[in-house]
Structure formats: structure tokens, C-alpha cells
């Protein structure tokens, strides 16, 4: 899907493009790509790279354009991952700027692309747009971070009863998770970085404090994945012996009920049993038998939970 803006800003839909224009382009059609290669010269080979969800955070410039590609957190309903990351590309010439990913993402909305609606500061330039896409990257990034913690919480409430292995799965899974987000924020580190010891001579007041926010919350990011895939990593190991443990108890239950219900059982095979037992003229035999096989398993019940052993 391609939305035409008039300006960086993104406050007002224009149906065709023209000078200083902003073209925010979203999972594109075959035919969308074919319109950015031919009606603005973007080149095929850039698209391609950004459309590769494996592609890393990167600077590239050429003689009539230059690239920005930021790696940014999306959801996941397919691979079991709750959060994964998937670059966001901003192409830059004198007459436009063309931001482009391939999924649907928080960071640039198309319902409503606009990121700064509910800020004073207007966007300035293209290097102020690119900051802001900065700064926004890392506060979905935070809001995901809350989200993941708020879900692992809840699996080690059931990993404490569990003895499956389907709880620490889903561990890992989140922990994979932090793992992608660690690797695209320091990605996204280094790129901030580049652009700052490129731009220092030309920062502007406004921009110079852009890239104080959007390093700040890069960092905060990138700490806040780290002590969560740390901690998840402690988890893993504790919750792995949790579950053997659990294991271990209900096998040791199984063997003490066991044991319990063998007593009436041997009692049983020695009086079935075709030999002369003293007892089989006596009508109350059945039932003293019976009585007795009960009153020594529950004495047996009863010694094995003085041993703690039930």
C-alpha cells in the first residue's frame, strides 16, 4: 500500500506525488514495487534489501540519494515468537522521501501514519523525521519489552506446577524473542551513532536533542532486553530442574500408592491361594480379611506419611 503525504509531516493525503512529498509505502504489491522503481527511480536492489527481513541496520549513499535502514519490532501470529523484527527503510532525495517496510508496524501506522500529531515541535527536515523514527522504533520496542515481561511472568506461574515441557517451550520462545531485539537495537546503536559523527557540524538545536532522546531510549531498550534475556536465561536452567523436580514427586507418589495397594493385594493372593488356610469353615472370614487388608494399608498409609515419604 502506497499513501502520498504532502509532507514529512504527514497531515494531509495527496493523490500525486510532487516536490518535497513523503510516500510512506507498507507490505507493497509486485505492481506498488514496479511504481517505485519506475515512476521514482527508486533502485531495485535497495527495495529487495529492505524487503529482506533478514537485512541489517545500515547508512548507504549515492550521488542523487541516500538510505537509512532501521530495524523495527512487529507481532508475530505465525511462528510462535510473540515479537519479532523486520527493517524499515527511509530512501531520501531532493524531491521526496520514501519510508518502506514490508509488514504492518506500530512505528508507521497506515491507518495513521502520522507519528507526531500529539507533539508541539513540527517535523523540521528529513534528518528530524529520520530521529523521530529513531525515537518511536525504541518506544514500541519499550512497549514490547513490557508486554513480553508481563507474559513471562505468567508462564512461571504454570511452570511451578508443571512437569511438560510445553511451558518451557514457550520460554524459549520469548527468550528468542529478546535475542532478536537485543541484535536490531544494537544494529539500530550503531546507525544513530554513524549519522550523529556525520551530522554533528550541521546539527541543528532541535536535532541535537533528537538525538540525545533517541539515544537514550536506544540504550534504555537495549539494557531493559538484556536483563530480561539474562534473567530468562537463569529461568530456563532453574524452571528445567523445577520440572524434574515435579517429575520426581509424582513418580515418588505413584511408587507409594503402589506399595499401599500392593498390601491388600499379597494378602488376597495368599488366601486365594488352594491350600488349607484354617479359615475356610469360618463364615466370617471374608470379612475379617478383608477388614484386616484395609486397617494394614491404612497403617501403612499412615507410617509412610510419618516418613514424609507420601
Same mark, same amino acid.
Given at each position: 500500500?502506497?499513501?502520498?503525504?504532502?509532507?514529512?509531516?504527514?497531515?494531509?493525503?495527496?493523490?500525486?506525488?510532487?516536490?518535497?512529498?513523503?510516500?510512506?509505502?507498507?507490505?507493497?504489491?509486485a505492481?506498488?514495487?514496479?511504481t517505485?522503481?519506475?515512476?521514482?527511480?527508486?533502485?531495485?536492489?535497495?527495495?529487495?534489501d529492505?524487503?529482506?527481513?533478514?537485512?541489517?541496520?545500515?547508512?548507504?549513499?549515492?550521488?542523487?540519494?541516500?538510505?537509512?535502514?532501521?530495524?523495527?519490532?512487529?507481532?508475530?501470529?505465525?511462528?510462535?515468537?510473540?515479537?519479532?523484527?523486520?527493517?524499515?527503510?527511509?530512501?531520501?532525495?531532493?524531491?521526496?522521501?520514501?519510508?518502506?517496510?514490508?509488514?504492518?508496524?506500530?512505528?508507521?501506522?497506515?491507518?495513521?501514519?502520522?507519528?507526531?500529531?500529539?507533539?508541539y515541535?513540527?517535523?523540521?527536515?528529513?534528518?528530524?523525521f529520520?530521529?523521530?523514527?529513531?525515537?518511536?522504533?525504541?518506544?514500541?520496542?519499550?512497549?514490547?519489552?513490557?508486554?513480553?515481561?508481563?507474559?513471562?511472568?505468567?508462564?512461571?506461574?504454570? $511452570?511451578?506446577? +508443571?512437569?511438560?515441557?510445553?511451558? &518451557?517451550?514457550? @520460554? #524459549?520462545?520469548?527468550? =528468542?524473542?529478546?535475542?532478536?531485539?537485543?541484535?536490531?537495537?544494537?544494529?539500530?546503536?550503531?546507525?544513530?551513532?554513524?549519522?550523529?559523527?556525520?551530522?554533528?557540524?550541521?546539527?541543528?538545536e532541535?536535532?541535537?536533542?533528537?538525538?540525545?532522546?533517541?539515544?537514550?531510549?536506544n540504550?534504555?531498550?537495549?539494557?531493559?532486553?538484556?536483563?530480561?534475556?539474562?534473567?530468562?536465561?537463569?529461568?530456563?536452567d532453574?524452571?528445567?530442574?523445577?520440572?524434574?523436580?515435579?517429575?520426581?514427586?509424582?513418580?515418588?507418589?505413584?511408587?507409594?500408592?503402589?506399595?499401599?495397594?500392593?498390601?491388600?493385594?499379597?494378602?488376597?493372593?495368599?488366601?486365594?491361594?488352594?491350600?488349607?488356610?484354617?479359615?475356610?469353615?469360618?463364615?466370617?472370614?471374608?470379612?475379617?480379611? $478383608?477388614?484386616? +487388608?484395609?486397617?494394614?494399608?491404612? &497403617?501403612?498409609? @499412615? #507410617?509412610?506419611?510419618r =516418613?514424609?515419604?507420601?
Amino acid at each position: 500500500m502506497i499513501r502520498i503525504f504532502k509532507s514529512l509531516g504527514g497531515y494531509i493525503e495527496i493523490p500525486a506525488a510532487q516536490n518535497g512529498c513523503w510516500l510512506n509505502v507498507t507490505n507493497p504489491t509486485a505492481d506498488e514495487i514496479q511504481t517505485l522503481i519506475h515512476d521514482f527511480s527508486m533502485p531495485e536492489d535497495v527495495i529487495q534489501d529492505i524487503l529482506d527481513t533478514d537485512e541489517r541496520p545500515r547508512l548507504e549513499y549515492d550521488d542523487f540519494w541516500s538510505l537509512i535502514i532501521l530495524r523495527i519490532p512487529v507481532p508475530s501470529q505465525s511462528n510462535g515468537v510473540p515479537f519479532y523484527t523486520v527493517p524499515l527503510g527511509v530512501f531520501m532525495t531532493e524531491s521526496f522521501t520514501i519510508t518502506l517496510c514490508s509488514v504492518v508496524n506500530e512505528v508507521l501506522p497506515p491507518e495513521e501514519p502520522s507519528l507526531y500529531r500529539e507533539q508541539y515541535q513540527q517535523v523540521t527536515d528529513v534528518l528530524n523525521f529520520t530521529l523521530k523514527l529513531f525515537l518511536r522504533a525504541a518506544n514500541v520496542y519499550l512497549k514490547y519489552l513490557k508486554q513480553i515481561n508481563q507474559q513471562t511472568s505468567l508462564i512461571e506461574t504454570d $511452570l511451578e506446577k +508443571s512437569i511438560r515441557n510445553e511451558e &518451557l517451550n514457550r @520460554l #524459549l520462545k520469548m527468550e =528468542k524473542c529478546l535475542v532478536y531485539f537485543v541484535t536490531s537495537l544494537k544494529g539500530n546503536e550503531l546507525v544513530l551513532t554513524k549519522l550523529k559523527n556525520q551530522k554533528k557540524n550541521s546539527l541543528t538545536e532541535i536535532n541535537e536533542d533528537l538525538f540525545e532522546d533517541a539515544v537514550i531510549e536506544n540504550k534504555q531498550a537495549i539494557e531493559m532486553s538484556q536483563i530480561y534475556s539474562d534473567i530468562q536465561s537463569g529461568m530456563m536452567d532453574a524452571f528445567a530442574s523445577v520440572i524434574s523436580n515435579n517429575l520426581n514427586v509424582v513418580m515418588k507418589q505413584l511408587t507409594s500408592i503402589s506399595i499401599i495397594l500392593m498390601i491388600p493385594t499379597l494378602i488376597a493372593s495368599i488366601y486365594g491361594m488352594n491350600v488349607v488356610n484354617f479359615l475356610e469353615n469360618w463364615p466370617m472370614a471374608f470379612p475379617a480379611i $478383608l477388614v484386616g +487388608s484395609f486397617l494394614m494399608a491404612y &497403617l501403612g498409609i @499412615l #507410617l509412610f506419611k510419618r =516418613k514424609k515419604w507420601f
